[in-house]
C-alpha cells in the first residue's frame, strides 16, 4: 500500500518525513499541500489534522502527524536509520523541535514569505539571536562527528537537517558552521538523497 | 538509588520532568540549578549537557536531558502515565516542544525575567500571537476531553501544562481558555500533585 503524505515543498518538516521515506525506501507519494492560499487552514484541512500543520500521513487506516512521529513509524517498520541509544536519538529530536527546525522555521517564513513590508524586523533580530545560538550547539555536537547519534545516520540527522538545505536566507550560513556543513555533506552523499524542492511539489518560483 | 534532577523552580520543562516522576512516586530529589547567574551557561554546567538547559536527570551511570526524555523513561520504566497510544502521546509532546512549552517558555522570560527596559517589545507581540495561537488549537482538542490523550493521565498531559500554573503573565489568561482550565484543575487534582514553586527549589521572590 502507497503511503499518502501531504507536503510542501517549502516546508522543512514536511522534509525530514519525506526524506526519511525516501532514503529508506519507503512506498510513498507526496500529495500537495496549497498552505500559502490557506490550506492548512481549511476545515477540511483541520478534520485531518487539527494543529492545522505539515506533514500529515496516511497509510490505510493510520493517519499520523508531526514529523517526528511519522520519521519514529518509518524508522521502526522497516529497520532503518534508528540509532541504538533511542535516549540520544529522541533528545536531539525534542531538541529540534524546540530548538532547532522549531525557529528556523518561523524566522525563515518571517523573512522569506511575509510580504516585505509586513516583515517585524525586530521580531527577526530577536529569533535570528536564538536560531544561531541553537546552531553553536549543533555545531560543537558535530565536532569530529559524522552523525548526530554514534556511527550512523538516523532520524536525528533528517530532522535536525530540515531547513538547511533551503536556498532562502534566514542566518545560517555554511561557512559560519564548518561541521555543519560537512554533516549536511555526509547527508546528501546518502543514496537517494534529494533536495526538498525535488523531493515535494510546490516551491517559491511557482509564486514569483 | 535516588535520582537526581538539576532544575529550578522557575523552569517549566523541568516542572515536566518532576511533576512526572512525584506523581509516579519515583525515588527522586532535586539539584539546585542557578539559572539566573549564569551556572547553565557554564563549562562544568555544558560538559553536564552540551545543549546549556534544564533539567538534567542524573541516575547512576544514566544521564539523560529533554524533559521529555526524560518523562518516557520514567513513565517506562514505573509503567505509570503512558497513554496506549503512543503515537497520539508523542505527536503532543513534539507539538508541545515546538508549539506550546516551547513557545511559552521564552514568552514569560522575555515579559517577567529581562530587565524592564531590555524587553524586546515587538518580539514579545510577535511571540504573544503565537503562543495564543497555538493555545487555541490545544483548547479546541480538549474540548469533551479530561485528557489529552485517551482517558487517562499521560505524560503528554504532564508536558503541555509544563508552564501553565505559574502566576507570571504571559498573555495566557484561565478564562479564555475554559477547556484548557478544565484540564489544569484535572492535573492538580491528582494524588501529590504540587505548583512548580513547591516541587522544585527557587522562585522569583529569592531575587526580589
Not at 97 to 104: N, P, R, S
Amino acid at each position: 500500500m502507497t503511503a499518502k503524505l501531504y507536503c510542501f515543498g517549502e516546508s522543512g518538516n514536511a522534509y525530514k518525513a519525506a526524506l526519511t521515506m525516501e532514503l529508506a525506501g519507503y512506498d510513498w507519494q507526496p500529495l500537495y499541500v496549497d498552505f500559502f492560499n490557506g490550506e492548512a487552514r481549511s476545515p477540511e484541512y483541520r478534520a485531518l489534522n487539527e494543529m492545522g500543520e505539515a506533514p500529515v500521513f496516511v497509510e490505510g487506516d493510520l493517519t499520523l502527524t508531526q514529523s517526528s512521529v511519522i520519521q519514529l513509524h518509518i524508522a521502526e517498520k522497516t529497520g532503518k536509520f534508528l540509532a541504538d541509544d533511542r535516549n540520544e536519538m529522541l533528545r536531539w529530536m525534542f531538541w529540534d523541535a524546540q530548538k532547532g527546525t522549531g525557529q528556523q522555521g518561523g524566522l525563515r517564513f518571517l523573512m522569506n514569505f511575509l510580504p516585505e513590508d509586513k516583515r517585524p524586523q525586530e521580531a527577526i533580530k530577536w529569533l535570528k539571536g536564538r536560531v544561531l545560538t541553537a546552531l553553536a550547539t549543533l555545531e560543537a555536537h558535530l565536532a569530529g562527528r559524522d552523525w548526530i547519534v554514534g556511527d550512523a545516520p538516523s532520524i536525528a540527522d533528517f530532522a535536525c537537517c530540515g531547513y538547511l538545505y533551503y536556498p532562502e536566507p534566514f542566518g545560517f550560513e555554511r561557512n559560519d558552521f564548518p561541521n555543519i556543513s560537512h554533516w549536511l555533506d555526509g547527508i546528501a552523499a546518502l543514496p537517494g538523497w534529494k533536495h526538498p524542492y525535488d523531493l515535494m511539489p510546490g516551491n517559491p518560483s511557482d509564486r514569483a
